[in-house]
């Protein structure tokens, strides 16, 4: 059973813009975070952005926070990640998650998430 489902990736150019979606087929509770990673070939899943839900905080890893934008709807059960600026090395299978017990500091650990999408590539020529 699909919980999460990733979509909008795709081949874009340095420089453009993408908007990721996440949809959760499952409950999203108030305190459950909706977190985006994302793993390079030969390269460790990365956290890249995340939002509680209720809370509406957000956080960003340093590498996208000027460029990149989470943001969710809460009627729609989706969360987007808008990627601006793109650069080659954003190339990347991203994915969404839910943390079910979140709390500021472990929101970026990918450990703590409880549910996985199955990923979209973003690949982005320079």
């Known amino acids: 059973q699909v919980q999460l489902v990733e979509s909008g990736g795709g081949l874009v150019q340095a420089g453009t813009s993408l908007t990721l979606s996440c949809t959760a087929s499952v409950t999203i509770y108030a305190n459950d975070a909706i977190g985006w990673f994302r793993q390079a070939p030969t390269r460790e899943r990365e956290f890249v952005a995340a939002v509680r839900w209720r809370l509406n905080d957000k956080i960003y890893a340093d590498s996208v926070k000027d460029r990149f934008t989470i943001r969710r709807d809460a009627a729609k059960n989706t969360v987007y990640l808008q990627m601006n600026s793109l650069k080659s090395e954003d190339t990347a299978v991203y994915y969404c998650?839910?943390?079910?017990?979140?709390?500021?500091?472990?929101?970026?650990?990918?450990?703590?998430?409880?549910?996985w999408g199955q990923g979209t590539q973003v690949t982005v020529s320079s």
């Open positions: 998650a839910v943390d079910r017990s979140p709390t500021r500091a472990t929101m970026k650990i990918s450990d703590k998430y409880d549910i």
